[in-house]
């Protein structure tokens, strides 16, 4: 299996809402990331987990939540969304670091917040 | 810390046209070199990478790529184009071991291939 895999595929949700996002990957890697790519532009580091705990948080408002159940899952919880939040969520994994080996990425989470 | 400039927003080719995608780079220190190509409504997938060795890299999809050190450069090039290799390609650099490893992506060069 050489895959990530991200569900939803598309998620549309109010500002009121609760909602989480799921990624899943059985390639043994230990590293596992979320970004946020806005239409035409790179996608943004947002959280990195290394070995199932958090690594790095790049500055995230809160009502972005992760979370790392195990070293297979990756799991990204929404509460209080505004509009500007709409955006392609890509989940990625890599072997340990990342270091040379380059991401695997999911096809993403297309969320738009109404 | 690294920066990654791709020169070209956009590049419209022919199709069976060759290509050429540029990319360079900036840091202090060594470092690894990416391409990811993303198609419409799909996550990135790597297309090759530099590490070390051969300055000449092939990759999938017929794509290859050259790492000129001294003008700290990574271009990407495909001798012809098909109207399949439409998408947004992203040029990454990474710092290699001793060094953050969290790659920096360029802002990516859009690829329309024309038949």
């Known amino acids: 299996d050489t895959e990530v895999t991200q569900t939803p595929k598309h998620l549309v949700m109010g500002m009121t809402n609760k909602k989480s996002l799921k990624c899943e990957q059985h390639m043994g890697h230990r590293a596992m990331y979320w970004y946020k790519q806005k239409a035409k532009k790179p996608p943004e580091l947002m959280f990195v987990?290394?070995?199932?705990?958090?690594?790095i948080n790049e500055s995230v408002p809160s009502r972005f939540s992760p979370e790392c159940p195990n070293s297979s899952l990756l799991n990204l919880h929404l509460h209080a969304l505004q509009p500007e939040d709409s955006a392609l969520y890509l989940c990625?994994?890599?072997?340990?670091?990342?270091?040379?080996?380059?991401?695997?990425f999911g096809s993403g989470t297309r969320l738009t917040v109404v | 810390a690294q920066s990654v400039t791709q020169l070209d927003s956009q590049v419209p080719v022919f199709e069976e046209a060759p290509v050429e995608l540029r990319c360079n780079y900036s840091?202090?220190?060594?470092?690894?070199l990416f391409w990811y190509v993303q198609y419409p409504n799909q996550g990135l997938q790597l297309l090759l990478k530099?590490?070390?060795?051969?300055?000449l890299v092939k990759g999938i999809n017929g794509f290859e790529a050259e790492f000129n050190k001294s003008q700290t450069s990574f271009h990407l090039r495909k001798p012809s184009v098909h109207i399949s290799d439409t998408a947004e390609y992203f040029c990454a650099v990474s710092e290699a071991p001793g060094g953050s490893y969290i790659p920096t992506f360029g802002r990516g060069t859009s690829l329309i291939v024309h038949p």
């Open positions: 840091s202090s220190v060594s470092v690894y």
């Open positions: 530099y590490l070390s060795g051969s300055t």
């Open positions: 990625a994994s890599s072997q340990e670091g990342g270091i040379g080996y380059g991401y695997t």
């Open positions: 987990y290394s070995y199932e705990k958090l690594s």
